[in-house]
């Protein structure tokens, strides 16, 4: 794309400079052409006067007149205080950071132009810190667009980048030759894209009209998409271990060896998984299944051929915890087989590490399990052939990627496994590199849990039903959340939430996992839970994913309006995964919301992850969902999903016959929306 790479268009601009065309590179923008690309955040209405007797809460708005009175308050921190005044009334303005200079320039303006949110405060309506605008005569005509925001960077500010992004525009459509790169079918019934863009960057008063909102989030997501399939095209074209239906004999004697049957959703996706490792190429594949579906097993019978083929297989698990259970869990069913098992995790100690590291370079471990520490830039495997990644959403595409480089000769399958059920519509973006299986099915013999909403108020009568459970043998998880502090502080409310917990069941055994304990503390807790050592388990969030044992029938979830529906669903696969009735009982706060109470009774009244992820999308937005909202990898500038779902069956129809008959009209796309590729890459 040598066209969009031209610095000295963008100095060619009035008023931008080196210093300038940096700020402005930092944000992906190269060209006058990528200017027209970058799209307002969202919008200021500047088109119309109100006046001080009718301002509005909440929102920023215009106002014109004049200074009527300044003075200075000295301090510690230095305040103006202004009196503004029009025809209807008079505002008090704050303002912190100014010069004697500045005041004198208000003090001589005959007329100012304020923009900014009133605060209405005894009686006084205030601004602090308003825009001010200074007039030696009457104000010039009022914007009659709204003031596009833009997403920016230090240095260059909101008014300087309109500018710049306005002078871009006034090129005129004939400047840019702005090619469709759609085809007419997709374009003859949508607005022109310069029209479009026009719309967008300077919408008349109101908000832009939908159709041109729809006609650039078709091309945006068409080019996400494009984006993700030219990645997986990337990774698939290189050579993988090729499956041979002869290295069946240990599958075969595990399959023997356990006390029963795969479901018929395991042997289904088994044979999708099988079909791709015959192929040569590199499998990338998403995993789904409700927790509890069986997929651990699913993932440990993809590895037996291929180890058996000798190469290597490696597990990477969210949390330490889940990784020690993995472990401990593959040893059961591998050895047996005389099949190697190792664990690698971050806090392991040195002497221990360098053994393990050694024996994933010369071969001699066939199986590790691990939490990230598996695929660092050190670690070295001699024929990795299989990457299982468990509970994805931690695991960028950047990642996957990266993946490559630690399968030597040949290219690493993959295997991304989730219990977070992925909404059709994310999957059609987020994930579109990869092809997804699903288990849509529970071992037999499980029982539904129940689940209840209670008040916190009545967090007493709980600790009886608890004690009538334990009677009967059963075993109980209290979890702690507090989400907005810190994980020091979760760890003291679950603190202390024990030490009430056992006064109230004095003879009860307690215990207490979180975040800020040793791994060694942590697991000989969770081992204690999992032999039945303990009866009662208060924890953070750290048993989220994964943990199994299957003798807990009950999860008291303190505070649960605090988490996302998926993550709720999550915490409470970990009961109902023996034969006793079990029961997720979830503490609401006293003050909880309408809204929040009406999504803790969705998760009382269904069973299904699907669902639950679903509602969580409509209701929290894809980054909840996908984990990938502190990265912000993949977020649109205009298209949303709740609005655009309706473009995806067309828009994959259309990034197929682009991906295969047209790569060039594919780049294009690419950096038109995305930014250029190899600046991409380093993100
Ligand atoms: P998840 O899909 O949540 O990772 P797991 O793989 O942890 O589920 O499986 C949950 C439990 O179900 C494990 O104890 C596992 O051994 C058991 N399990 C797996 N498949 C079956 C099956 N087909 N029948 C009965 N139990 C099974
Ligand atoms: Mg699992």
Redesign the pocket.
């Known amino acids: 794309m040598p066209n969009t790479r031209q610095p000295s268009e963008l100095q060619g601009l009035t008023r931008v400079g080196p210093k300038v065309e940096n700020a402005l590179n930092r944000l992906g923008l190269y060209s006058c052409r990528d200017l027209l690309f970058h799209l307002p955040a969202r919008y200021e209405d500047r088109t119309t006067r109100v006046e001080v007797a009718h301002l509005k809460p909440g929102i920023p708005q215009l106002l014109e007149g004049e200074i009527t009175s300044q003075s200075v308050i000295p301090g510690r921190r230095m305040q103006a205080i202004l009196t503004f005044e029009d025809i209807s009334g008079a505002a008090r303005i704050r303002l912190f950071h100014f010069s004697r200079a500045y005041l004198m320039t208000l003090k001589s303006a005959q007329s100012v132009r304020i923009f900014g949110e009133p605060r209405f405060n005894q009686g006084v309506t205030e601004f602090i810190h308003p825009e001010i605008a200074v007039f030696k005569g009457d104000p010039p005509p009022l914007d009659d667009t709204l003031t596009p925001i833009y997403p920016t960077t230090d240095g260059l500010s909101q008014p300087k980048l309109r500018d710049i992004i306005r002078q871009a525009l006034a090129k005129g459509p004939d400047y840019y030759a702005l090619e469709e790169l759609l085809g007419t079918t997709q374009t003859s019934h949508r607005p022109a894209l310069w029209d479009a863009l026009v719309a967008l960057h300077q919408p008349a008063k109101g908000l832009p009209p939908s159709p041109f909102i729809e006609r650039l989030a078709f091309e945006e997501l068409l080019a996400h998409r494009l984006l993700l399939l030219t990645r997986r095209d990337d990774y698939v074209r290189f050579q993988a271990p090729q499956l041979k239906t002869k290295a069946m004999a240990t599958r075969t004697a595990l399959l023997e060896q ?6 018929l959703a ?1 042997q289904r996706v088994l044979n999708e998984i099988d079909q791709d490792l015959t192929h040569g190429h590199p499998m990338l594949r998403l995993l789904q ?11 440990a019978l993809v590895a037996l051929p291929l180890i058996e083929a000798g190469f290597q297989a490696a597990l990477m698990a969210p949390t330490e915890l889940l990784s020690e259970q993995h472990a401990v ?1 593959f040893s059961e069913w591998f050895r047996p087989l005389g099949i190697a098992v190792g664990w690698l995790t971050g806090s392991m100690k040195a002497q221990p590490r360098r053994i393990m590291l050694e024996q994933l370079k010369n071969g001699t471990c066939q199986m590790v399990i691990g939490t990230h520490a598996l695929f660092q830039d050190e670690i070295v495997f001699k024929h990795l052939g299989l990457a299982i990644i ?1 509970e994805q959403h931690r695991f960028g595409v950047a990642q996957r990627l990266l993946l490559r480089e630690k399968g030597q000769s040949l290219t690493p399958h993959q295997l991304i ?1 989730t ?1 977070t059920p992925i909404p059709r519509t994310l999957a059609m973006t987020h994930f579109a590199d990869l092809d997804v299986s699903t ?1 849509d099915e529970l ?3 499980r029982t539904p849990v129940e689940t209840r909403v209670l008040s916190q108020a009545r967090a007493s009568e709980i600790s009886e039903r608890l004690d009538a459970q334990f009677d009967d043998g059963g075993q109980a998880y209290w979890v702690c959340t507090l989400i907005e502090e810190t994980e020091q502080s979760v760890a003291e409310a679950a603190e202390s939430r024990t030490e009430k917990l056992r006064l109230q069941l004095p003879h009860r055994r307690i215990g207490l996992v979180h975040g800020r304990m040793k791994a060694d503390e942590k697991s000989q807790v969770m081992a204690a839970f999992a032999d039945g050592n303990l009866d009662l388990l208060v924890a953070t969030t750290v048993i989220e994913v ?1 943990v ?1 044992v ?1 003798n807990a029938n009950i999860m008291v979830i303190e505070n649960p309006e605090r988490l996302g529906l998926a993550q709720l669903h999550q915490l409470r ?1 970990r009961v109902g ?1 023996g034969a006793r009735v079990s029961f997720c009982i979830l503490l609401a706060g006293d003050a909880i919301s309408q809204q929040s109470r009406e999504r803790l009774n969705l998760v009382k009244d269904t069973n299904d992850g699907f669902v639950l992820a679903e509602a969580d999308l409509r209701l929290r937005g894809p980054g909840d969902v996908t984990g990938t909202r502190q990265t912000g990898e993949l977020s649109f500038r205009v298209a949303n999903l709740a609005d655009h779902a309706d473009l995806l069956d067309e828009i994959a129809e259309l990034a197929e016959t682009i991906r295969r008959k047209h790569p060039d009209i594919r780049q294009q796309l690419i950096a038109r929306w995305i930014g250029h590729e190899e600046h991409f890459a380093h993100v």
Request: aromatic letters at 4%; glycine letters at 20%.
């Open positions: 356990l006390p029963f049957h795969l479901t395991q299944g409700d927790v509890g579906s069986g997929k651990t097993l699913v993932a869990q468990d496994m219990a288990i071992p037999p013999g994964g199994n299957p696969g995964r």
